[in-house]
């Protein structure tokens, strides 16, 4: 439907591995300034990743379309992951061939005081 309007839909699944959500849980646990990140449930979590692996994978492959397709973007790296969502948007945004909008008045004929 959104597409249909003329809204262009990107969907992005950042994935970040077992092992760096391990170093991260890590340094939350090591770092008094980070504590109050952590929570219960990320440790209970990481006991169901291959689950949750599965159920994303599924979720994914049913709900992407040619129109709107999900992005499965490698997070390890905060840097890799910034550059690549930057790179699709301004690509997404460049194919959308976007005009700069006519005014709706003269701009001659206004003073200011």
């Known amino acids: 439907m959104l597409q249909d309007e003329g809204i262009k839909v990107l969907k992005c699944c950042l994935h970040i591995s077992k092992a760096e959500q ?4 890590q340094a939350r646990l090591d770092d008094p300034q980070k504590q109050w990140k952590l929570q219960a449930s990320d440790f209970e979590d990481r006991k169901l990743w291959s689950t949750s692996i ?3 994978q599924q979720t994914l492959a049913a709900t992407s379309t ?3 397709p999900w992005y499965i973007v490698p ?3 905060k840097s890799d992951r910034d550059r690549f969502l930057a790179e699709l948007l301004v690509a997404t945004m460049e194919s959308m061939n976007l005009k700069m909008p006519q005014p ?5 004929g206004f003073k200011l005081l």
Request: charged letters at 50%; aromatic letters at 6%; a positive charge.
């Open 22 to 25: 391990k170093k991260r849980l």
């Open 66 to 68: 040619r129109d709107a």
């Open 75 to 77: 997070a390890d790296d």
């Open 54 to 56: 599965r159920t994303y």
């Open 104 to 108: 709706s008045i003269k701009p001659g």
